[in-house]
């Protein structure tokens, strides 16, 4: 009887509450608004000429909307691509020595260099609507998310510590088991840290990404990035304010909703304890507990979801797989998809150059390039030397960096165009050099790489090392040289190449700002990848993207290879020539 009636209370489906039907009214709200929304992007595109985005603050909830779905849509392929491309390059290490420069090509590249060949392609799929350039936002939201992420989660592959892997040796886990129940729990602070830095990605290139202009051809869609583009063409200060309080509320709202209770589960991933305790729970999360309908459906899928990692996929525990790429057949097949996938490059490039690319504008493209290298170099040492103090400061205090999570996600997520009135001014105002005084608009976006990766390398430290440190009276210098910087120099690493390429993609904008009618150029790549692009000069454009993917190669080999081979070496205890031991 005992057994009956324990049966039937555990069976038995739990009944809603008040809590269930606010949660669901909710849910159906935002449901139904998306819907709405997703149902426009079947409409045809508006004629040339005619402009589409209306400076009235009543529509910002709509366009709000708009640019939310698109954020989301792109950190969902951003996630899968984090899950499959960045898994290959960190497990295989034939793989890992192409794929990895390359995704630091990638991160590197700007966003116009993508869009200027991609907006053709999307266009052809759906031609005369408005999904094709939705198609293409997306897309170019998508390549300011994904490479960070990427890095992230093969910077987290490569430091899971060596023991939990012994252990998981001597449970038996396979390679599938491993992955799901080990390197991704691993992995979770880090990816949840880097996705905020990913959405605030998506908001600083979002004016590109909404307003696609190709040569003669403008296509603005409905969002708060379009919005700012046409307030700055009319010169309209307070369609600007408007725009940054619609951002800041919606990033107010996804950060209290989605990424404040992700980062309380994420702690549940930490090595030892927090050194100041465990931080309380977001309202979400208490108000989600209080629901019984709705928190039982979502137990039961999370449980079916963990049931999928103990399932016995993968080789045996007791031997290791070796890699089908560092087989004979496998090398001398990679190198000659390698060898082929060049010579098809050379002959695009040859083709598209051929009687339009002078070799001036060879030279001109490499000094160029040059300029642009020197403000990159300059920016992240100096964003370097102010946060990493900083996202260890709020990374030891898990109480602050939560207090801090939202500003800094506004701050990170500040669009450049949005400076480019007070920098216009001011430099023509007091007749400054803009080769130098736009300079600092590239960082804008990209020093938050370094904090955030700081932050979520410090809030995993293990509270015993901290403890240890405390009582053997390690302080100041020392204190930093022996215990903290080794600690997170892995996430210091993964923050300085993300920070450069995101440096690299942000000259677009800081190199050309304008304000109205006025427009100021600061001589490098962005620039000229800027002009050409508006000129509809394919050829000028290809080349400014190769040059500059050759001077990322250069200092990829030169700099961050050897960097992360001494962080992998010294601090990591992992192979850092592309795979995990």
Not at 16 to 26: K, R, T
Not at 218 to 243: F, N, Q, W
Not at 296 to 321: D, K, N, V
Request: charged share 10%.
């Amino acid at each position: 009887m005992t057994t009956q009636g324990l049966t039937m209370r555990v069976a038995a489906p739990a009944r809603p509450n008040l809590a269930d039907l606010a949660a669901f009214l909710c849910l159906l709200v935002l449901a139904l608004s998306f819907a709405d929304v997703a149902r426009h992007t079947l409409a045809p595109i508006a004629p040339a000429g005619m402009s589409t985005i209306r400076l009235s603050p009543l529509y910002l909830p709509e366009y709000a909307l708009r640019t939310t779905l698109r954020m989301f849509t792109a950190l969902g392929a951003s996630l899968v691509f984090t899950f499959t491309y960045a898994v290959i390059a960190a497990k295989s290490r034939l793989a890992g020595r192409i794929m990895i420069p390359l995704l630091d090509i990638l991160q590197s590249t700007p966003i116009l260099g993508f869009l200027t060949f991609t907006y053709v392609f999307f266009m052809g799929l759906f031609p005369g609507r408005i999904l094709g350039a939705e198609c293409a936002a997306v897309f170019v939201i998508f390549t300011s998310q994904a490479w960070n992420m990427g890095f992230a989660m093969i910077q987290s592959l490569r430091t899971v510590p060596p023991d939990l892997i012994e252990a998981a040796r001597g449970f038996g886990l396979t390679s599938w088991q491993r992955f799901w129940r080990l390197e991704v729990p691993s992995a979770v602070p880090s990816l949840v840290w880097n996705a905020m830095m990913s959405m605030s990605g998506g908001w600083f290139m979002l004016v590109a990404a909404e307003t696609i202009a190709v040569g003669h051809t403008t296509v603005a869609l409905p969002g708060i990035g379009s919005y700012v583009g046409e307030a700055i063409a009319r010169r309209d200060g307070l369609a600007i304010v408007y725009a940054i309080i619609a951002m800041a509320l919606v990033i107010l709202a996804y950060d209290q909703l989605i990424f404040r209770p992700l980062v309380a589960w994420s702690g549940r991933f930490r090595v030892g304890q927090s050194p100041e305790g465990a931080a309380p729970d977001p309202w979400v999360l208490t108000a989600w507990r209080r629901t019984r309908l709705l928190r039982q459906f979502g137990e039961r899928i999370a449980e079916s979801l963990a049931s999928l990692g103990t399932l016995r996929i993968g080789g045996s525990p007791r031997w290791t797989a070796p890699d089908a790429l560092e087989t004979p057949v496998g090398r001398n097949l990679w190198r000659m998809g390698i060898a082929l996938l060049c010579v098809i490059c050379a002959y695009g490039v040859w083709t598209l150059a051929d009687g339009r690319v002078a070799p001036a504008d060879f030279w001109n493209a490499a000094i160029c390039g040059a300029l642009t290298l020197a403000r990159v170099v300059s920016m992240v040492v100096l964003a370097c030397a102010v946060w990493i103090p900083a996202g260890v400061w709020l990374g030891l205090r898990p109480r602050w960096a939560r207090r801090a999570q939202t500003l800094a996600q506004f701050m990170a997520a500040f669009p450049a165009n949005l400076f480019f009135p007070v920098f216009v001014v001011v430099i023509v105002r007091f007749h400054l050099n803009a080769n130098i005084w736009l300079t600092p608009l590239m960082v804008l976006g990209t020093q938050w790489y370094i904090l955030f990766n700081v932050v979520a390398g410090t809030s995993v430290f293990p509270s015993e090392l901290l403890e240890a440190a405390r009582n053997l009276d390690l302080r100041g210098t020392l204190w930093w040289r022996s215990v903290m910087l080794p600690g997170i120099a892995p996430y210091i690493a993964t923050g300085a190449v993300t920070a450069a390429g995101g440096a690299w993609n942000a000259s677009i904008l800081a190199e050309m700002a304008r304000w109205g009618d006025v427009t100021l150029h600061a001589k490098g790549l962005g620039d000229f990848i800027a002009t050409a692009t508006q000129d509809g000069n394919t050829a000028h454009v290809a080349l400014g993207v190769a040059m500059m993917a050759a001077y990322v190669v250069a200092i990829n080999q030169l700099v961050w290879l050897p960097l992360q081979t001494y962080v992998g070496r010294r601090f990591a205890n992992r192979d850092p020539s592309g795979g995990i031991a």
